[in-house]
T-cell receptor, first 114, second 115 residues
């Protein structure tokens, strides 16, 4: 079984500052993938970034980077230079090798303050 | 249309009604999913279709009935729902999973309220 834990129900960040959203996971799979999604108030889940368990380098996509620490089983999302449009729910998720199942955490609500 | 679309976006129904949610993907994917998102709970995977065959059914009550007539369309038929079924229902699609990579693309969801 897989489990995702997001311990921060809500976070505030000043505009233009960086913010880190925490995610820890638990799995018995040797090969797995970690994902971050953004969900604005409109409801749509938007894919942000992916990290494979065998990837040696941390993933980056524009202002998003994933701080992957395999030994600690953590996959924190770092958003640099926060913008007002970044205010949303953020979900960490994982998938086992060849699996259809995406296991999601409960999410973190990020609010960017002008 | 691009990506994943869902209709209707909002639905209010009584417990004795029958309604259907529709999902369409324009991404050429072969797998489609229904998720339920209730307040303060993680997303719950309900059904998975791969190449138009159901591959997962996560203990969902029979009042929810999925249908996948082709790889681009997915329906969720609703019948005699309960108020606790009120939630955001999200549809997603993906390529067939390979290795550990299963990026799923989501639609905007249908906000369902059961009275």
């Amino acid at each position: 079984a897989q489990k995702i834990t997001q311990t921060q129900p809500g976070m505030f960040v000043q505009e233009k500052e960086a913010v880190t959203l925490d995610c820890t996971y638990d799995t018995s799979d040797q090969s797995y993938g970690l994902f971050w999604y953004k969900q604005p108030s409109s409801g749509e889940m938007i894919f942000l970034i992916y990290q494979g368990s065998y990837d040696e380098q941390n993933a980056t996509e524009g202002r998003y980077s994933l701080n992957f620490q395999k030994a600690r089983k953590s996959a924190n999302l770092v958003i640099s230079a926060s913008q007002l449009g970044d205010s949303a729910m953020y979900f960490c998720a994982m998938s086992g090798a060849g699996s259809y199942q995406l296991t999601f955490g409960k999410g973190t609500k990020l609010s960017v303050i002008p | 249309e691009t990506g994943v679309t869902q209709t209707p976006r909002h639905l209010v129904m009584g417990m004795t009604n029958k309604k259907s949610l529709k999902c369409e993907q324009h991404l050429g994917h072969n797998a489609m999913y229904w998720y339920k998102q209730s307040a303060k709970k993680p997303l719950e995977l309900m059904f998975v279709y791969s190449l138009e065959e159901r591959v997962e059914n996560n203990s969902v009550p029979s009042r929810f009935s999925p249908e996948c007539p082709n790889s681009s369309h997915l329906f969720l038929h609703l019948h005699t729902l309960q108020p606790e079924d009120s939630a955001l229902y999200l549809c997603a699609s993906s390529r067939l999973p390979s290795s550990s990579y299963n990026e799923q693309f989501f639609g905007p969801g249908t906000r369902l309220t059961v009275l």
